[in-house]
């Protein structure tokens, strides 16, 4: 159980043009996801918090209206990058929380690599 | 100033020895600790989960907690080469109360040899 999926897995797109990923929670109902970003050979860097049924929360320095979050179901939430420059060219990676204990576990999406030329 | 910090290795340990992978936090609130292991090129993914003080054992696995340090471990016995990953230390967040956010490590590079 436990599964997340990610759609596309890769993407190569030029540069003005927007992309739209897509996360979803295959066998449990999140109520929560995040996005985050890694740069090569870099960590992990959190972008936002998605909440379903209500507006995403944002991390410093992300620009919310650059990257728009949508969560639109309990198993769905979606990151669109707006006009999308060379520098935004990264891992976007997803996660999904599950209530199930205290632990609150995070499962990660398998990844979209997102290339702008 | 991060809140959780590890060694970026690499860590080389030979086929069939115990990897020692450490992790230290600063946020005394955080109460839940998460061992990731991520291959090149892929996302994390979850190997343990601990939240009381004292060890958890999962098969080659063992995620050790000690709270008053703010110390967080992981060991695997009898690495293979195919444990040759990243493996990042998360703690939940805690910013005046309990949050799902996660603050990752760095990561640290283990490097079985075979």
């Known amino acids: 159980g436990a599964v997340v999926s990610q759609h596309p897995s890769w993407v190569i797109c030029k540069s003005g043009t927007s992309v739209k990923i897509e996360c979803r929670s295959l066998d449990f109902q999140a109520t929560t996801m995040f996005w985050y970003r890694q740069f090569p050979k870099q960590s992990l860097m959190l972008m936002a918090t998605?909440?379903?049924?209500?507006?995403?929360?944002?991390e410093q320095g992300v620009e919310k209206d650059k990257f728009l979050i949508n969560h639109a179901s309990l198993t769905l939430s979606t990151l669109t990058v707006t006009s999308a420059h060379p520098e935004d060219s990264s891992f976007y990676i997803c996660?999904?929380?599950?209530?199930?204990?205290?632990?609150?576990?995070?499962?990660f999406g398998p990844g979209t690599r997102l290339t702008v030329l | 100033q991060k809140e959780v910090e590890q060694n970026s290795g690499p860590l080389s340990v030979p086929e069939g020895a115990i990897a020692s992978l450490n992790c230290t936090y600063s946020d005394r609130g955080s109460q839940s600790f998460f061992w990731y292991r991520q291959y090149s090129g892929k996302s994390p993914e979850l190997i343990m989960s601990?939240?009381?003080?004292g060890d958890k054992e999962d098969g080659r696995f063992t995620a050790q907690l000690n709270k008053a340090s703010q110390y967080v471990s992981l060991l695997i016995r009898d690495s293979q080469p195919s444990d040759s990953a990243t493996y990042l230390c998360?703690?939940?967040?805690?910013?005046?109360?309990?949050?799902?956010?996660?603050?990752f490590g760095t990561g640290t590079l283990l490097a079985v040899q075979p």
């Open positions: 998605s909440n379903e049924g209500s507006k995403a929360t944002y």
């Open positions: 601990i939240y009381s003080n």
């Open positions: 996660s999904a929380c599950l209530f199930l204990s205290s632990y609150n576990e995070q499962f």
């Open positions: 998360a703690g939940r967040g805690y910013y005046g109360g309990a949050t799902n956010k996660l603050i």
